[in-house]
């Protein structure tokens, strides 16, 4: 069970992309210890599967950070309505690891979820409302503009100029109706360059030439050299900044905010032994065990969670501190907590 057959999901190109906001693995039908125990063995096997399918299918919560970042793309596609240029957009920053990303993943799933409501046939006429690039390290604008190109999968001469990608691509947008438009790992234009300049600049015509708005994600790019000089003038009058950072624990609207996040990712676990509630009592500690990262409590309670299924005691699935305490975490969170000894589900799993 520890490895899935399931397709690895992708986010390059737009069919694998609509699988992924389409297809989220369901959650599994709650059982109790009792019905789990009264199942025949293979039926425990599949139900076990369909749980650690679950957990492992990028599970995400609706924290304050995805929230606000969900209202306020949302209000500027209102304010794109109608509008020939000079469209607003997004820009999510902060540092590594602190879930930029899976905010934006969130984020797609809601436009694509949004606008399935209003299309229901979009798929069978070729709509693709969301779309998502990742700038290439050391880009330059072709290689910009044709990371667009593979997504949407189009088939261009080899020797195709800059212009004549460009062209191909607002075509196919403008056709697809496409809505939404993630630009990740912007750090890679951060730096003062006549080709990263080059490549701010498609970016710049993309969203002139297409009706969508842009969200531009990336490790601290609000501090980079991409909103210096004239071109970053013109990025910071248009975009609108969502700063991610880790959670607090100072004051009480901090532990609230806190509190409230554990209780979202407690409630997901489909653990047959398991408190919802209980983990609260745990909430200061897994704060300081993350960091208030929220790549780390997940893993911490997504992963502690999956290793209590593959361990086989349904009676013993709960997480408790003392266990989650034997977890292995990231480097960052085991440089300010200290290294700690492996799980006994971890030492089966590893030899």
């Given amino acids: 069970m520890i490895f899935s057959q399931a397709e690895t999901p992708s986010l390059d190109r737009h069919e694998d992309l609509n699988r992924l906001l389409s297809h989220q693995p369901a959650r599994p039908q709650p059982h109790t210890l009792e019905q789990y ?3 025949a063995e293979n039926e425990r096997r599949a139900f076990d599967t369909e749980r650690l399918d679950y957990l492992g299918g990028g599970l995400t919560v609706a924290t304050p950070q995805v ?24 820009m999510v920053s902060g540092k590594s690891t602190v879930g930029k990303t899976t905010a934006c993943i969130a984020l797609m799933r809601s436009t694509h979820a949004l606008f399935g409501l209003q299309h229901r046939d979009f798929a069978g006429r070729g709509a693709i409302p969301v779309a998502y690039v990742e700038v290439p390290a050391g880009s330059s604008a072709k290689a910009m503009i044709g990371r667009f190109a593979h ?8 020797r195709s100029t800059l212009e004549e990608i460009l062209k191909a691509v607002v075509t196919a947008m403008r056709t697809c109706s496409t809505q939404l438009v993630v630009v990740d790992e912007l750090q890679n234009l951060s730096k003062l360059s006549q080709g990263n300049g080059e490549s701010v600049d498609v970016l710049k015509s993309l969203s002139n030439q297409v009706p969508a708005t842009f969200v531009y994600s990336g490790i601290n790019v609000h501090q980079g050299g991409l909103l210096a000089g004239e071109r970053g003038n013109q990025i910071s009058r248009r975009f609108t900044l969502l700063e991610m950072q880790r959670y607090g624990h100072a004051t009480a609207e901090e532990t609230k905010a806190w ?25 200061a500690w897994l704060h300081r065990r993350s960091g208030g990262n929220i790549g780390t409590l997940q893993r911490l309670l997504v992963g502690g969670a999956q290793l209590l299924i593959l361990e086989g005691d349904p009676a013993g699935e709960t997480l408790t501190r003392e266990y989650m305490e034997a977890l292995p975490v990231d480097m960052a969170a085991e440089n300010a907590g200290g290294l700690l000894e492996e799980s006994p589900a971890l030492r089966q799993l590893t030899g």
């Fill in 259 to 283: 509190n409230g996040i554990v209780m979202a990712f407690s409630n997901e676990l489909p653990l047959l032994a398991h408190d919802k509630k209980a983990l609260l009592k745990d909430a």
């Fill in 151 to 158: 997504f949407y999968g189009l088939e261009l001469p080899g």
């Fill in 67 to 90: 929230q606000r970042l969900i209202k306020s793309v949302r209000l500027a596609i209102l304010g794109n309505r109608g509008r020939a240029s000079g469209r607003t957009g997004v």
């Fill in 37 to 39: 125990q009264a199942l």
